[in-house]
T-cell receptor
Framework: DQQVKQNSPSLSVQEGRISILNCDYT??????FLWYKKYPAEGPTFLIS?????DKNEDGRFTVFLNKSAKHLSLHIVPSQPGDSAVYFC??????????FGSGTQLTVLP | EAQVTQNPRYLITVTGKKLTVTCSQN?????MSWYRQDPGLGLRQIYY???????DKGDVPEGYKVSRKEKRNFPLILESPSPNQTSLYFC??????????????FGPGTRLTVT
């Protein structure tokens, strides 16, 4: 039973447009959420995070939104660039700093 | 340069032949962890360590062992590898005392194939 779900395995977006990646979770005890980006043959790299006491966090072109009542978070990338093409994982923190990851979404930004 | 290193990057082995994947970090992080990545399942935690000599099971620990004798190293041991342990493995580390950030830093990955 996956506690963190990314229901879209892939997403294609035109360069300059907005990319929206979604993530749902089931465990209400998660108190911190992170997004990671992964390029082929590399390890995941941290992108942006949000505490459960907030509903929005912004860092440059990246914004993460958290809807606790819906147990849903999303990552917005505006404007999207070809270099953003990668697999994006959402992760949720539970006890003992343990991160539970979603299955990932492959984003392709078309020039 | 702050980094997490893993060796080897690629490994093909046969069922039952013991192997060790090394992980080392140079950031003085207390927390270290091992994950495996499989298609459609994302990253799943195998074992983690909160400090030297302190280790605990993650979500999928069966068939794996770890040790944490030094702060910088956290090797993953497969005593008798089986084909279902064919996967992409990542080591990660993070600061333990920082309660404002739970970011984990990942190594480049080890692609393991067990035939």
């Amino acid at each position: 039973d996956q506690q963190v779900k990314q229901n879209s395995p892939s997403l294609s977006v035109q360069e300059g447009r907005i990319s929206i990646l979604n993530c749902d979770y089931t465990n209400s005890m998660f108190d911190y959420f992170l997004w990671y980006k992964k390029y082929p043959a590399e390890g995941p790299t941290f992108l942006i995070s949000i505490s459960s006491i907030k509903d929005k966090n912004e860092d440059g072109r990246f914004t993460v939104f958290l809807n606790k009542s819906a147990k849903h978070l999303s990552l917005h990338i505006v404007p999207s660039q070809p270099g953003d093409s990668a697999v994006y994982f959402c992760a949720a923190k539970g006890s003992a700093r343990q991160l539970t990851f979603g299955s990932g979404t492959q984003l392709t930004v078309l020039p | 340069e702050a980094q997490v290193t893993q060796n080897p990057r690629y490994l093909i082995t046969v069922t039952g032949k013991k192997l060790t994947v090394t992980c080392s970090q140079n950031m003085n992080h207390e927390y270290m962890s091992w994950y495996r990545q499989d298609p459609g399942l994302g990253l799943r935690q195998i074992y983690y360590s909160m400090n030297v000599e302190v280790t605990d099971k993650g979500d999928v620990p069966e068939g794996y062992k770890v040790s944490r004798k030094e702060k910088r190293n956290f090797p993953l041991i497969l005593e008798s590898p089986s084909p279902n342990q064919t996967s992409l493995y990542f080591c990660a580390s993070s600061i333990l005392g920082d309660r404002t950030s739970y970011e984990q830093y990942f190594g480049p990955g080890t692609r393991l194939t067990v035939t």
